[in-house]
């Protein structure tokens, strides 16, 4: 008798189904943390204390450095989107690793540690041999 044929080995869902939920939860989270920081932006400019804040926040140089904190967090925010675009298309592995890293670090983020399960989650679904062979670049 020769070699028994082997079962093939069951495989997972395919690449693009695997990264999907991580991806737009990823999304949403950073455009939740983008959203609020924009509204920052607007209220540090025209001197309204944000919450939690006081009659500090009414002066107007903390409040332009208030808003250019605040833009740096939209920006940061607006990187994770991309990132997380990039992962949905298994395009730029490396830039969607870097998106998912940033939203793993806590106190970057409006939604705070909101956003590290996702970004977590994408870092495990990305380091699958599968997930890896499927960027294309």
């Known amino acids: ?39 920052q932006v607007v209220l540090n400019l025209v001197g309204s204390a944000p ?13 332009v450095a208030g808003a250019l904190l605040s833009l740096v967090f939209v920006a940061k925010d607006g990187f994770v989107v991309f990132g997380a675009l990039k992962l949905m298309k298994l395009e730029s592995r490396g830039l969607a690793m870097a998106a998912a ?4 670090i806590p106190l970057c983020s409006a939604c705070c540690i909101l956003g590290i399960p996702w970004g977590i989650w994408a870092l495990v679904v990305m380091s699958n041999p ?3 062979a499927a960027f294309r670049g």
């Open 1 to 39: 008798m020769g070699p028994m044929p082997q079962a093939p080995v069951p495989q997972g869902p395919p690449a693009e189904q695997r990264v999907k939920v991580p991806a737009i939860l990823m999304m949403i989270f950073a455009g939740l943390s983008a959203a609020y920081y924009a509204l």
């Open 51 to 63: 919450i939690g804040g006081g009659e500090a926040m009414k002066n107007v140089p903390t409040g």
């Open 130 to 132: 599968e997930v890896k």
């Open 101 to 104: 890293v940033i939203s793993v």
